[in-house]
Nanobody, 127 residues
């Protein structure tokens, strides 16, 4: 089965940038749409960004639009999340997720649509 491993989290100052990576193994990413989700202490897990298999369709939570960019490299079986202009409220554990998709343009920010999850990586935005 598909395994996902996130990396790139850490401590960054407000206004700074961070790039998260999600490495997939077991299956090629050509079969999966992907998403990034986050969960802060005491809060529900929420969708941050999603990208279709083709990479041509993306979506973002309103809170991160204009600041975050999702991308993928199917040849490297890797999904990325570039985070710029980070705010303290972005602090959370960030999870990579993947969903089987037959339509290469399909994408979703709904947790229930995803079949596979990584272990998460901590992002802390603080002075």
């Amino acid at each position: 089965q598909l395994q996902l491993v996130e990396s790139g989290g850490g401590l960054v100052q407000p206004g700074g940038s961070l790039r998260l990576s999600c490495a997939a193994s077991g299956f090629g990413l050509d079969y999966f749409a992907s998403g990034w989700f986050r969960q802060a202490p005491g809060k529900a897990r929420e969708g941050v960004s999603t990208i279709s298999i083709s990479g041509g369709s993306t979506d973002y939570a309103d809170s991160v639009k204009g600041r975050f960019t999702i991308s993928r490299d199917n040849a490297k079986n890797t999904v990325y999340l570039q985070m710029n202009s980070l705010k303290p409220e972005d602090s959370a554990v960030y999870y990579c997720a993947a969903a089987w998709a037959f339509d290469r343009s399909w994408y979703s920010l709904n947790l229930s649509d995803y079949n596979y999850w990584g272990q998460g990586t901590q992002v802390t935005v603080s002075s």
